[in-house]
DNA sequence: GTACGGCTTGACGCCGACGTCAAGGCAACA
DNA sequence: TGTTGCCTTGACGTCGGCGTCAAGCCGTAC
């Protein structure tokens, strides 16, 4: 098949699988005229690659994979250097969640904090005598 | 202060300082020589943008933040537009953290099930009589 | 005077994964 | 024969948040 079909059958575009060849992820059979051709087990090979693009993997983390199904292996995870990589990805996986928690903690604190601060100069602000009002409070002005 | 001190106190760089210039969020006062100058609330405001960058705030995202003090209010989230961010930026921290733990989940599965191949495989290989190796298994060949 | 550090503006570089445009070749169909 | 659609290579654009370099000015110390 050609560029734009196997583009198409794996959801992709044909300047992604230009991309693909040009760092060496994907090599495929010139015809007669200069046109790309690639077989289904090149499908397989893209379909590879877009799962682990889609769990956020980058191109050069794929690469392992690549090789392994190009070896002849019957899946792009059955040599060691894959997994490997499924390991390392696991302990950022873990790394940038747990951060990402952290951060979430912290911002929900600072929404708790000012919501409370806000909340605080309303009430001083409903009081005869309190504090004259400094912000806009509560909703939107106009 | 000029900016090389305030990049200092500030733990970043002049370059820092001049392109939030130019992006609008942090306005400079000129001496008579043409220095930028800067006071105290200058730092204050920097130090709100770097907060909120350490938290994964885009620049874009600071700018309720600095409007808030620029207009004289005590917290850069003393403003409704700042609650707003924070409640935004907590939804997509929620929304983010839980398709990585969903990837995370899928890339154990597969390490395990690999592995299990793997390890199958390998049994097989110490059976007598068993399918030939194919994949190099274990540890590392050379 | 001159050496040095800090300041100025302007402009290009970087990263990853492509998007998009240009100019042209190839094949099939009306 | 011309139109249409797919293909080719090449090259520049995108995005954010700066880094880095160039050329030159300002002020102070020696």
Same mark, same amino acid.
């Given at each position: 098949m050609r560029i734009g079909e196997l583009a198409a059958r794996a959801g992709t575009t044909t300047r992604t699988l230009r991309y693909y060849e040009s760092r060496g992820l994907l090599a495929a059979r010139r015809n007669h005229n200069g046109y790309r051709t690639y077989d289904e087990d090149d499908l397989k090979l893209l379909r590879q690659i877009r799962t682990l693009q889609d769990f956020g993997f980058d191109l050069e983390e794929t690469r392992p994979f690549v090789e392994c199904l190009r070896a002849g292996? &019957?899946? /792009? *995870?059955?040599?060691p250097a894959s997994l490997a990589v499924y390991r390392r990805k696991l302990s950022e996986l873990d790394e940038l969640i747990g951060e990402l928690q952290a951060v979430r903690a912290q911002v929900g604190e600072q929404l708790v904090r000012a919501e409370r601060a806000r909340d605080e100069l309303a009430a001083d602000a409903t009081v &005869? /005598? /309190? $504090? *004259? $009002?400094?912000c806009e409070l509560g909703g939107r002005t106009r």
């Open positions: 292996h &019957p899946e /792009g *995870d059955s040599c &005869p /005598g /309190g $504090p *004259d $009002p400094v």
